[in-house]
């Protein structure tokens, strides 16, 4: 009879379900994370976990960590490209995030090689790159007017929102800016 490989035949690795729900606890109650936020750390765990073939988060260590990163920088989104800086950048900020909370905690002291979690880095290039944010161009003046005469204005509600579109357009007021203003400042 063939041997069964059970970790490759393991969707989850149990021991590392119940660390990673107590990483979920920690974020939501102690560091006061939203639910978005928590579900990108959890993206980024199991991609680290994909990464391992779910080896136990205690076998953390530089190697695992090098090799990731590498690993990371190959892989491809949904469309098929590359994964852009900012998602590699932000997936090793969660896992160096979550490795540094594991090395402190009470069942993982001197378990987990915590020197691993410095070499989940982008060099300072690319983490520079990584947190960069693209320019969106406005809308022109002929795509706003064109907006308003698509419009339907026979509510009060449709005159309202027909009327802050226009005065944004004449105004070039921050959409910030625009939801505080008082009539006086009209």
Known sequence: MPE????????????NERVKKQYEEALIHGRHREARTVEAVWRAI?????????????????????????WLAK???????PLSL??????????RDFFSWLVTHPNSIRK???RGVDFLRLS?????????????????????????????????????DKAIIAFTLLTGVRDGALISLKFKDV
Do not use: C, H, W
Not at 5 to 10: D, M, P, V, Y
């Open 4 to 15: 069964i490989n059970i970790k490759t035949s393991l969707k989850y690795n149990p021991e």
């Open 46 to 70: 199991n991609m680290y976990e994909k990464f391992t073939d779910r080896d136990n988060f205690k076998s953390f260590n530089v190697m695992q960590a090098k090799g990731f990163k590498r």
């Open 75 to 81: 892989q491809e989104n949904a469309k098929g490209q």
């Open 86 to 95: 900012s998602t590699v950048r932000s997936t090793l900020a969660n896992i």
């Open 112 to 114: 987990v090689d915590g």
């Open 124 to 160: 300072a290039n690319q983490d520079r790159a990584g947190r960069a944010t693209r320019e969106k161009t406005p809308p022109t003046a002929a795509e706003v007017r064109k907006v308003l005469k698509a419009m339907p204005f026979d509510s009060d509600v449709e005159k309202r």
